[in-house]
């Protein structure tokens, strides 16, 4: 994942933030933030911590995370339906990996910390975080109840991000 440049400079210049103070707030070295800022490929979970910092959605200033093109890419339109994504096996669910770091960046626990907590892996956690939208359901009603949000607020819903 990575930060929209021009969006996070907007924001920090209306916020009157530099970047240390950005990294300050987002508890992150300096040098690391402004690596993020400048587009390096980070963690959701970490681009998470600096919208937080900003106090703006990752969705403001993430590169292609509400995105969503409609139609078949022709003029004329097409069809406006989005493709079905593939069926998920029986009890498992689809998750919004913006809202999981989000939620994960809120909570103050690092994903190693949540995943004990949570009594999961750290590897489920972090597959996550890199985007792995398949969990088993039970999974993601024991990681929302450890980051106190709730278990819907972290699944996806068909045909919205």
Do not use: W
């Amino acid at each position: 994942m990575k930060a929209d440049r021009k969006k996070v400079k907007q924001i920090m210049a209306q916020a009157h933030m530099t970047v240390e103070a950005v990294a300050r707030a987002a508890g992150l070295p300096p040098q690391t933030t402004a690596a993020i800022i400048c587009g390096m490929n980070v963690q959701p979970d970490t681009l998470a911590r600096i919208a937080q910092a900003l106090d703006v959605g990752l969705d403001e200033i993430a590169v292609g995370v509400v995105a969503v093109c409609k139609g078949n890419g022709r003029a004329g339109g097409g069809s406006s339906r989005e493709p079905e994504p593939p069926k998920l096996p029986a009890g498992q669910v689809r998750v919004n990996t913006a809202r999981f770091a989000q939620a994960l960046a809120r909570s103050g626990l690092t994903a190693a910390q949540l995943a004990k907590r949570a009594g999961v892996t750290p590897e489920t956690v972090r597959s996550i975080t890199r985007g792995a939208e398949a969990k088993k359901a039970e999974t993601v009603d024991k990681l929302a109840d450890t980051l106190g949000v709730a278990a819907g607020d972290l699944i996806k819903r068909e045909g919205k991000a």
